[in-house]
C-alpha cells in the first residue's frame, strides 16, 4: 500500500518522490510542481526510516524557498525540521563555517560583507595604496575578486598574461588579507572556504558524507562551477543526490549559471534515474504547445514536452502595433478590459526584455490612470542612473538646487570628498547662500575641484542654450562623465540603456506635448521652457500611480525578474529581432539559445492568456529603431496563434525606391557588399526593413541575407551609422 503522502501525486511525481537511494536527475517542466515533489521526497524518506532529520541535506537558491520547504516538512511530518540543513547555499556554508570557524581560520565571531560592503573594502584598499581608480576601479576590482572566487581561485591560482591583470592579482591578495586581519568575508568567500576546507581535511569530509546520506537540491540549472564542486564535496559511498531543475528555464549564465552541470552531474554520478515532470498544472495547452514547440528548436537540452489536462483555453493573441506608443496604449486598453471583465490588476503582467522598454508603458499606464507596480526594480524615473542625470539638468536648469548639487558634485567620482564638502557647506552657511554660490568662498584643493565641477556645469548650460530637448539631454549624458562612467561597469549595460532612453522620453514629451520652435527659444515669459517642463513631468511621473503596498496593481517586470512566478494574463512586449532576441546574443548559438530559454520562460509565465507584441518602429536608446519582427513567431506553431493585426501588414508597405539614397549607402559603406555569411541570420522568408535619410526619404532594404543584428539608423544630417550586413537591395 503506497504512503498517504504520495497518494495526491500524478504518477511521475510519485515515482521520483519514492525513488530508492540512488542518485537521481528530476527535469521539473513549468509550472509541474517540483516543491511539492522536493518536499514529499523528504518527508517520504523521513516517514519510511531512510534517513532521519539530521541526514537530510536541502539547497536551495532563495531564502523564501527553504521557509516554504519547512514550512509544507511541518505540516506533513511532526518533525524538528531545525534539525535539518535546508536553505540556500550561503546560508548554509555561513552554518559550516561558524560550526568550524577555528579550520577556517576565522574568528568564532566573523562578520559577512555584503556587495555594497565588499565594494567599501576595496575603495579602502585602493585609497591605502594609491590605486589609480580610473585605471583600476573599485567595482571592476571587486567583480574580478569575485569571479575569481566563483572559479575556486585564489591569487596564486589566476593566470596573469599582461601587466593590468597582474596589478588585480597584486590587489585580490591585499584584499584577502586585509579581510583576514579585519575577520570578515564577502559572500563568495562563504562558498570558496568551506569548499576548500572539505577538499583540504579528509576527515571532516568523511564525516558530512556519512553524515547527510540525501542531499536534495532544487533549481540545478542555476548553479555555477563552484556550487557543484561544493556539492560533490557532501557526496559520499551511500549517500544519494537528488537534483531538480529545467534545463529549458536556465536563463543566468550572465550570473555564471552553468547549464552543463546538468548533464555533467548525469555522467559523474552515473545516474540511472532521469524522470520527467511533463504534467503542467499552471496553463492551457495553447500555452504549452507554444513554448514546447519554441524550445525545442534548441539543439542543446535533455528534452521534455510539458502538457495539461485542463483543455486548450484561448489562443496566444498577436498584436503588431505601428510604434511602440501605439503598442503601449493598445496593451493598456487591453488589460483595463481584463479588469472590467473581472480579472485583479495584479493578475495581470507585462513582461520586457530591457529594462528601458519599462519607460513607454508606464507613461501609457501613467495617463491612464492604471495603478502598476515594477516587480524586482524600480520604476524608470526612479532608477538611480536616472536620477544623477536628472540632477545635472536640475542644476543647469536652476544652480540654487543645492539638492541636485549634493547628487552629482562627485558622480561620476571626480576627487572631492567629504571633508571638501563640508567646507563648502560652512562657506554657504556663512555667506548665506546655494551650494552653488558659494564654491567662490573656497580655496585650495577643494576650491580647485570643485570649481570645476561647476565651471563644467556652467559650460553645458551655455552649449545647450539652441538645442533642442533630446539634443540638450545627449550632450549632458556625453559630457558629464555617466554615459562612459556607466560602460565600464560590469552590469552597466542596462544603465546606459536607461540613460539613452531619456533621450527618447525627451522626445516623446517634446512631441505629445507640441513643443515649438518659439518655446524651444523661450520667446513668451509665461511659457515653461521644454527642459523645465520635462524636469516637472518627470518628478510627477516619479511621484504618482506607483502602487501602494497591498494595492491592486499590473505587475511590470523583465522577464529574468519573472521567473518562479505567475499570472492569470501575461504580454510579453518588444518581440522585435536585436530587441528579443537581444542583438548582444545573436553572435553565437548558446547566446541564441539562452534568449529562447528566456522566451520559453515568459511563455510559461501565463495561466490563461497569453499575448505577444512588436512594433514596426520604436524610439529606444534616443533613436527611431525600424523593427523586424522576431524570428520567435516563426517557432510558434500557427494553429495556438490569433493575429489581431493581419500576419505580416508591414510586408505590404511600397516605399519608393530612391537612387541618390541608395547610392549615399554604398559610397558610405563600402562593406555592404554582400558575404557569405551574410545569408544566415534571418534567411527565413523574406522581411522587409525601413529606414528613413535625410528628409524623410525611405530606402527598402529586402534581405533573405540581412545580419539578425544589423539595423541601418541613418539621422537627418546622413551621419551616423550603426552596424549593417545586406545580402541584397531590390526595388519593390
Known amino acids: 500500500m503506497s504512503s498517504p503522502l504520495v497518494q495526491s501525486l500524478n504518477p511521475e511525481q510519485a515515482r521520483a518522490a519514492t525513488l530508492p537511494n540512488e542518485h537521481a536527475l528530476i527535469l521539473a517542466g513549468a509550472g509541474s510542481g517540483k516543491t511539492r515533489v522536493l518536499t514529499t521526497r523528504i518527508a517520504w524518506l523521513l516517514q519510511q526510516g531512510h534517513v532521519g532529520a539530521g ?11 527553504a521557509k516554504e520547504m519547512k514550512l509544507r516538512l511541518t505540516s506533513m511530518l511532526p518533525v524538528n525540521v531545525n534539525a535539518m540543513w535546508i536553505g540556500t547555499f550561503h546560508g548554509l556554508c555561513n552554518r559550516f563555517l561558524r560550526a568550524h570557524y577555528k579550520l577556517a581560520g576565522l574568528p568564532q565571531t566573523f562578520q559577512i560583507l555584503d556587495t555594497q560592503d565588499q565594494l567599501s573594502a576595496v575603495k579602502r584598499l585602493c585609497k591605502q595604496f594609491n590605486i589609480d581608480d580610473e585605471q583600476y576601479p573599485p567595482k571592476q576590482l571587486s567583480w574580478f575578486i569575485s569571479n575569481c572566487k566563483d572559479d575556486a581561485k585564489r591569487p596564486k591560482d589566476v593566470e596573469a598574461n599582461d601587466s593590468a591583470t597582474r596589478k588585480k592579482i597584486e590587489l585580490y591578495q591585499l584584499y584577502e588579507e586585509q579581510c583576514q586581519r579585519e575577520g570578515v568575508v564577502d559572500f563568495a568567500e562563504l562558498m ?3 569548499y576548500e576546507i ?38 559520499g559511498v ?21 547549464v552543463g552541470n546538468m548533464a555533467d552531474f548525469v555522467r559523474d554520478f552515473s545516474v540511472q534515474h532521469q524522470i520527467k515532470l511533463e504534467q503542467n498544472y499552471r496553463s492551457y495547452s495553447n500555452i504549452l504547445d507554444s513554448a514546447n514547440e519554441l524550445i525545442s528548436h534548441n ?13 486548450a483555453g484561448e489562443p496566444v493573441r498577436v498584436f503588431e502595433a505601428t510604434g511602440d ?84 558634485v562627485n558622480f561620476p567620482p571626480r576627487g572631492i570628498g567629504a571633508r571638501s564638502i563640508e567646507q563648502l557647506q560652512d562657506a554657504a552657511k556663512a555667506a548665506g547662500v546655494s551650494l552653488y554660490s558659494a564654491v567662490q568662498h573656497i580655496t585650495g584643493k577643494a576650491g580647485t575641484n570643485i570649481g570645476g565641477f561647476v565651471a563644467k556645469i556652467d559650460v553645458l548650460r551655455e552649449q545647450t542654450v539652441s538645442l533642442t530637448l533630446s539634443e540638450t539631454i545627449k550632450l549632458v549624458l556625453e559630457h558629464s562623465g555617466l554615459l562612459e562612467h556607466y560602460r565600464t561597469e560590469r552590469e552597466g549595460a542596462d544603465r546606459v540603456e536607461n540613460l539613452e532612453e531619456l533621450v527618447s522620453a525627451a522626445e516623446s514629451f517634446v512631441t505629445i506635448e507640441g513643443f515649438g520652435k518659439e518655446e524651444q527659444a523661450g520667446s513668451d515669459d509665461e511659457v515653461m521652457s521644454p527642459l523645465a517642463a520635462f524636469l516637472t513631468h518627470a518628478a510627477l511621473e516619479a511621484g504618482d500611480n506607483m502602487a501602494d503596498a497591498g494595492q491592486d496593481a499590473v505587475q511590470m517586470m523583465t522577464v529574468h525578474a519573472s521567473k518562479g512566478l505567475e499570472f492569470d494574463a501575461v504580454f510579453i512586449t518588444g518581440l522585435e529581432e536585436g530587441l528579443f532576441p537581444h542583438e548582444n546574443s545573436q553572435s553565437d548559438a548558446d547566446g541564441l539559445e539562452e534568449e529562447r530559454r528566456l522566451m520559453y520562460v515568459a511563455i510559461t509565465r501565463a495561466r490563461k492568456r497569453l499575448y505577444l507584441t512588436y512594433s514596426q518602429t520604436r524610439l529606444l536608446h534616443g533613436q527611431t529603431r525600424y523593427g523586424i519582427k522576431s524570428r520567435f513567431f516563426d517557432e510558434l506553431p500557427e494553429a495556438c496563434l490569433r493575429w489581431i493585426t493581419p500576419k505580416n501588414s508591414a510586408s505590404t508597405y511600397k516605399p519608393q525606391w530612391d537612387w541618390a539614397a541608395s547610392k549615399k549607402v554604398v559610397e558610405a559603406a563600402p562593406s555592404l557588399a554582400p558575404k557569405a555569411s551574410d545569408v544566415q541570420g534571418l534567411a527565413k522568408g523574406m522581411q522587409v526593413f525601413h529606414t528613413k535619410f535625410g528628409e524623410g526619404k525611405v530606402l527598402s532594404l529586402e534581405g533573405a541575407g540581412l545580419d539578425a543584428r544589423a539595423q541601418i539608423n541613418f539621422n537627418r544630417h546622413g551621419t551616423k551609422w550603426l552596424a549593417l550586413s545586406v545580402a541584397k537591395l531590390t526595388v519593390i
Open 325 to 408: 506608443l501605439a503598442e503601449a496604449k493598445w496593451m493598456v486598453d487591453e488589460a483595463r478590459q481584463l479588469h472590467r471583465g473581472g480579472l485583479d490588476l495584479k493578475e495581470i503582467a507585462v513582461l520586457y526584455r530591457s529594462n528601458a522598454q519599462s519607460r513607454v508603458i508606464e507613461t501609457a499606464l501613467f495617463n491612464a490612470g492604471v495603478p502598476y507596480r515594477v516587480y524586482g526594480g524600480l520604476r524608470f524615473f526612479e532608477r538611480a542612473e536616472i536620477k544623477h542625470a536628472l540632477a545635472y539638468l536640475r542644476l543647469m536648469e536652476n544652480p540654487l538646487d543645492d539638492t541636485s548639487f549634493m547628487r552629482v
Open 192 to 194: 570558496l572556504r568551506s
Open 55 to 65: 541526514g537530510i541535506l536541502a539547497v536551495t537558491f532563495t531564502n523564501k524557498a
Open 238 to 258: 551511500g549517500s544519494s543526490m537528488f537534483a531538480v531543475g529545467d534545463d529549458d528555464q536556465s536563463i543566468y549564465a550572465f550570473r555564471g549559471a552553468r
Open 299 to 311: 539543439q542543446r537540452r535533455l528534452g521534455k514536452n510539458l502538457r495539461t489536462d485542463q483543455g
Open 198 to 235: 572539505l577538499r583540504d581535511f579528509d576527515e571532516l569530509r568523511t564525516h558530512y558524507q556519512r553524515r547527510f546520506q540525501h542531499i536534495l537540491v532544487d533549481e540545478f540549472q542555476d548553479t555555477n562551477k563552484l556550487q557543484y564542486a561544493w556539492l560533490k564535496m557532501f557526496s
